[in-house]
């Protein structure tokens, strides 16, 4: 990408809207016609358009930004590194396994659930025009993966003996379970494993790599851009280029997709979101379903009233999920019903969805005696909506007759001193798509810090026995059985799924078919 | 005693020619910072409704029930107008009269010790004066999330150091008028002359420049709002209706208006009041 050009590009676009600005709506309707590329008509059936760079714009993490995905925290670095690195494969509920693989041919178990192999896709191709090997995957994983402190791969690492994979032969890896599972191929092909070289240590541009762009250049905290690699393995993306941006305010994400500087905005916060309504240029296309994120009120199990089932029920029960959906997010999000991971194949089925009961929740909280309690919550604006949904619950709150009020801590502060977070008595909080079992064994069994005072051990051996159950039927009913468990007595009220609300212009296809929606990927994107 | 002395203000006006300038009164701006004023301070008890319930869908265009309808939440932004100003004058007023405290205590001690102490407690003001008084309120409110009492301090930290010069400089002037010599010499106390001597002379300095001070404060404060520091969450705060607002600002244009013109309005009658008191402040004493 040039930013010179750009930048030159930008100011004559700016300067011409300034002058339409002065002259009159009429000529401004006139420029916003002008657009770089032919407005081709894009009907019903007609085959996606190849060719054309795509301009995506997301939060990104500032000068801080690494094109080391296993250390960067941000949405976009993973989203970089998706475009530009190869993967295991991805969840795909209409997939054979509920996974599509990547450079994998496919997955084995062995029958005592305590080993996986995994069968490289031949013929995988590194921009230098190497092969893609066991080698390249064991590095991958037990080099960096290992070592890595964000939680999707803490995630892996709780379920795999990472470090003691082998290689067998060029084409498949062995990998050890710490103990039996037989969803692990969900925990592998989230999306997050990236395939790297073998070797690699520092991430750089110009480093070979496998995914269906190049990188071409790189700019902490500005930007990235690519071009198609035309030898990528399965398909080849239509569009020529792709350029992501970093714009940190939401409404200047939406104003840049509206003006037709990008093609894409990721994340726009509810309020944008919905002033996008009506724009003829531009859809909204919220993040479907398991890619949700929860937004939830954890209860603190260790003190008082909260080791009161009838208080934690009564919380539950006040809180008007409806109008949170209506109201925070203009009806772009699902009701929640206080577990995560909605979505996922094993998320519980059949369960009631939680009523919203006032009444029931004054009678529980008198017969708890704990009618005229007062509690703070905490928060933060940590994600859009976060600190909305914490007021709206507060006044639910207050409509039970609990003396509740909102405690709303700088960006960035809530999980900073996070043994004083895990101590808060009612504290916000929020949940990625991850699967339900795998992610309650990490970050909530054994009495973990996050889990808030919960420590329920029957509830525990009972996802690990669903986890290590081969039949698919029977892991459903125990491990919708141990949910329930937290459904009755657990301490999270969890009233509402929000999708990324991203917004593309008109036209623009192919983003959902690349799965894992929440890190939108564009191998299959097409411009109008 | 001073009674035998002419207090210096008068007497250097009286040497002054008389400057043909436009008096106006301040009784206008007065009365308006006053009624703004009181609008904050009282406004919460005539809401209609309570300040942080969810009543109505969000965004709702003004009508009978809701006169300006409702914000980013469905609360009534009526409502909330009449009770978010009270947050910020009073911390403004807080930060102002704690700043304005600090300032008059270190100026007149400054002026009193020794030339070199003196200026070396200078310095040290002037190390505080440095900051960037939206800095200070950051960390502050930062390090105290959702404290009243940590946003009145950083106020009062941004500017003190400002009054401070001030008043140091005015202390100095009349205790190196004749008057006060002439009351040391008599024997006077020190305590006895800054009673009666020191402070009542730069009394109006004072006001004018804890007037000015006010203006200043009021910014810091309603930034901190907007910033969405201060107490936060659901309580009704000028600065932060306006933040919380704008991104709706094509839906409903009231919710983010109409705290942003009250804020306007506070700030030009508290300014205009100031510049008037400084007028006659500067009237009396230079």
Aim: charge should be neutral; aromatic fraction near 6%.
């Amino acid at each position: 990408m040039s930013r010179q050009l750009d930048r030159r590009a930008f100011l004559r676009r700016g300067a011409a809207g300034a002058a339409a600005l002065a002259v009159g709506p009429g000529l401004l309707a006139a420029c916003s016609t002008d657009r770089p590329r032919s407005e081709g008509k894009t009907g019903a059936g007609a085959s996606p358009r190849s060719g054309g760079t795509l301009r995506a714009a997301f939060v990104g993490g500032g000068a801080s930004e690494s094109l080391d995905f296993f250390n960067g925290p941000s949405a976009l670095d993973l989203v970089r590194a998706r475009a530009w690195h190869g993967t295991l494969g991805n969840l795909d509920p209409s997939g054979a396994d509920g996974v599509r693989y990547g450079v994998l041919k496919g997955i084995d178990i062995s029958d005592d659930l305590s080993t996986y192999t995994l069968h490289v896709r031949p013929g995988v191709r590194f921009t230098d025009g190497s092969e893609l090997t066991s080698a390249d995957i064991l590095h991958s994983l037990s080099a960096l993966a290992a070592k890595s402190t964000l939680p999707v791969y803490r995630l892996a690492a709780a379920d795999f003996d990472l470090a003691h994979a082998k290689a067998d032969g060029d084409l498949k890896v062995v990998l050890p379970t710490l103990r039996p599972i037989a969803d692990g191929r969900m925990v592998l092909c989230q999306g997050n494993f990236l395939v790297v070289k073998n070797g690699t240590k520092a991430f750089r541009e110009g480093m070979p790599s496998c995914g269906p762009f190049r990188l071409t250049d790189f700019a902490a905290g500005q930007g990235s851009a690519f071009e198609r690699y035309d030898d990528h393995y399965g398909h080849v993306p239509l569009l020529d280029g792709l350029e992501l941006r970093s714009i940190a305010d939401s409404t200047a994400r939406a104003g840049a997709l509206t003006s037709g500087d990008i093609d894409f905005a990721h994340d726009l916060s509810p309020v944008t979101a919905r002033t996008l309504d009506d724009n003829g240029k531009v859809e909204l296309v919220p993040t479907k379903s398991p890619y949700l994120v929860g937004l939830s009120f954890q209860m603190n199990m260790s003190a008082k009233p909260f080791d009161d089932p009838r208080v934690r029920e009564a919380f539950k029960l006040a809180a008007d999920r409806q109008t949170m959906v209506k109201t925070v997010f203009h009806g772009n999000a699902q009701v929640g019903n206080d577990l995560p991971s909605i979505g996922f194949p094993d998320y519980a089925q059949g369960l009631p969805q939680r009523a919203h009961d006032p009444e029931r929740a004054r009678v529980l909280l008198k017969e708890a005696g704990a009618d005229g309690m007062k509690v703070t919550l905490t928060t933060g604006p940590e994600t859009p909506g976060m600190v909305e949904m914490a007021t709206l619950f507060v006044e639910d709150l207050k409509k039970v007759g609990v003396r509740a009020s909102v405690r709303e801590l700088p960006a960035g502060q809530l999980y900073a001193d996070f043994p004083a977070y895990a101590a808060l008595p009612l504290a916000g909080s929020y949940q990625m798509p991850v699967p339900a079992l795998s992610t309650y064994q990490m970050s909530t069994a054994g009495g973990s810090p996050s889990a808030f005072g919960w420590k329920e051990s029957a509830t525990d051996a009972l996802v690990a026995e669903a986890r290590a159950e081969s039949d698919s039927r029977e892991a459903k009913r125990v491990g919708t059985q141990a949910q329930r468990r937290r459904w009755e007595d657990g301490n999270q009220v969890l009233p509402v799924f929000k999708p990324n609300l991203n917004a593309q212009a008109k036209g623009v296809s192919g983003v959902r078919d690349d799965l894992f929606e929440q890190f939108p990927g564009f191998s299959q994107a097409s411009l109008a | 005693m001073t009674t035998i002395l002419a207090p210096p203000g008068r007497r250097v006006r009286d040497n002054r020619p008389d400057t043909p300038r436009r008096r106006r009164s301040p009784l206008i701006t007065g009365a308006g910072t006053l009624l703004v004023i009181l609008f904050a301070l009282l406004g919460p008890l005539v809401a209609p409704y309570s300040p942080t319930a969810q009543l109505a869908a969000p965004f709702q265009q003004p009508d009978g029930q809701f006169l300006l309808g409702t914000d980013v939440l469905g609360r009534d932004v009526a409502s909330r107008v009449l009770g978010g100003g009270r947050t910020i004058v009073l911390t403004a007023l807080a930060g102002t009269a704690a700043a304005g405290a600090v300032g008059m205590a270190a100026g007149v001690l400054a002026a009193l010790a020794s030339r070199r102490s003196g200026d070396l407690l200078l310095r040290c003001v002037d190390a505080l004066a440095v900051l960037p008084g939206l800095l200070v309120v950051l960390v502050l409110a930062a390090g105290f999330p959702g404290s009243h009492a940590a946003l009145v301090a950083a106020v009062a930290l941004a500017t003190a150091p400002f009054s401070t010069r001030v008043l140091r400089a005015a202390a100095d002037t009349v205790l190196r008028s004749g008057y006060v010599e002439a009351a040391l010499a008599r024997g006077d106390g020190r305590w006895a002359v800054l009673r009666h001597d020191v402070l009542p002379n730069i009394a109006g300095p004072a006001l004018m420049d804890t007037a000015l001070r006010l203006v200043a404060s009021l910014h810091l404060s309603a930034t901190a709002g907007f910033l969405g520091l201060g107490p936060g969450g659901a309580a009704p705060d000028w600065g932060r209706m306006v933040s919380e607002n704008v991104p709706g600002a094509a839906l409903a244009v009231t919710p983010f208006l109409a705290p942003a013109l009250l804020l306007v309005l506070l700030s030009v009658a508290v300014g205009l009041l100031a510049g008037r008191l400084a007028d006659r402040a500067g009237r009396g004493a230079a």
